[in-house]
């Protein structure tokens, strides 16, 4: 017997997003390792023994409660980390707050990709017992190291100077992203080139838009490149072009760049916050602020051994979130919910 799975998702609808990212990993994980046991459907209106949101968009909202099934969400954010994203009149704001938790607490289930994440959760109200955590992963079969030949045509590609140490940033330009801090460490170094993919997905409303849409237009300094937003089937390209990942992010729950980047065998640098500590344990490079983070890039840019550790630290964090092990996660997880009706 096979237990159907409907996945409830409009994240993949807007390119540049994590979220997406993360809900089209999910399905294939399902699909390639699961099968055996389950069948997925995407956002279908038929019966399903599981239903499994991984957006907050409001038809999913009346459809959840109206759904028979095991009703799981997937929490990709805290109502608190919109703050620096978007920028939307305060009473508005208010009610999207009050929206997406009263999304998350209407979940018989709530599964988190980061542990840290649980406690905030229960003080908002959602019980504590309705709350999973389990990991993002990528697939090795869309992020691994590309050949040095390959790496050089892409370069080439993007008229960039094969000999540069390059850093990348990736993810929605925003405020809360950290790229006003990207834009600084590369005036610190004049002598690297700094790349960022991504772009505006949510137009107009993203917090400091104005600012950030003059940057992109017209990069304050010669070494600093906005991209804009690039398909998910080339960033494997975009990680192995360059040589670190550097996001400077506020706020974050779990980045896919990060777990995409260490696919790549790319070391990763990152702000010095709590979040990271429980998942990245010690095999990531942090920082504090743009001095700090100017002086993580330069080492791995001039001292070679430095960066050859960095690269084992990235692969660490790679094994461990392999397919394998997270579709062990998932399997137990699903089981769970649909083991009543084995009875």
């Known amino acids: 017997m096979k237990y159907k799975i409907n996945m409830l998702s409009k994240a993949d609808s807007v390119d540049g997003q994590g979220v997406g990212s993360a809900y089209i990993e999910q399905v294939r ?143 929605q330009v925003q405020t809360r992203k950290g790229v006003l801090d990207f834009v600084e460490v590369a005036k610190k170094n004049p002598d690297k080139t700094f790349v960022w993919c991504g772009g505006f997905s949510f137009a107009k409303i993203t917090d400091g838009y104005k600012e950030l849409k003059e940057i992109m237009d017209h990069p304050p300094v010669e070494n600093l490149k906005f991209l804009g937003i690039i398909p998910r089937t080339e960033m494997n390209q975009m990680f192995n072009m360059a040589d670190c990942l550097f996001m400077p992010s506020y706020n974050e729950l779990f980045p896919m760049s990060i777990l995409e980047a260490v696919s790549c065998n790319r070391p990763v640098v990152l702000r010095d916050l709590e979040l990271y500590k429980n998942i990245l344990w010690d095999q990531y490079l942090s920082g504090n602020n743009n001095e700090e983070f100017s002086e993580i890039i330069d080492r791995l840019a001039t001292d070679s051994a430095y960066y050859e550790e960095t690269v084992k630290k990235a692969q660490t964090i790679a094994q461990y979130y392999s397919k394998e092990n997270v579709a062990s996660l998932w399997r137990e997880f699903y089981l769970s919910l649909v083991s009543p009706l084995k009875k």
């Open 29 to 171: 994980l399902v699909r390639e390792m699961l099968s055996d046991q389950f069948e997925v459907v995407i956002n279908s209106h038929k019966k399903a023994d599981i239903v499994h949101v991984h957006s907050v968009n409001l038809g999913f909202y009346f459809r959840f409660r109206k759904k028979k099934g095991a009703r799981v969400m997937y929490c990709h954010f805290l109502p608190e980390t919109l703050e620096g994203s978007i920028h939307l009149p305060k009473l508005f704001f208010w009610v999207f707050k009050k929206y997406v938790l009263s999304f998350y607490k209407k979940a018989e289930h709530l599964v988190v990709v980061n542990p840290i994440f649980i406690e905030d959760l229960v003080k908002l109200g959602v019980r504590r017992e309705h709350i999973h955590y389990i990991p993002n992963y990528v697939s090795k079969e869309n992020f691994y190291p590309l050949s040095s030949s390959q790496i050089l045509e892409i370069r080439k590609k993007y008229q960039i100077d094969p000999d540069r140490f390059v850093v990348l940033g990736c993810g």
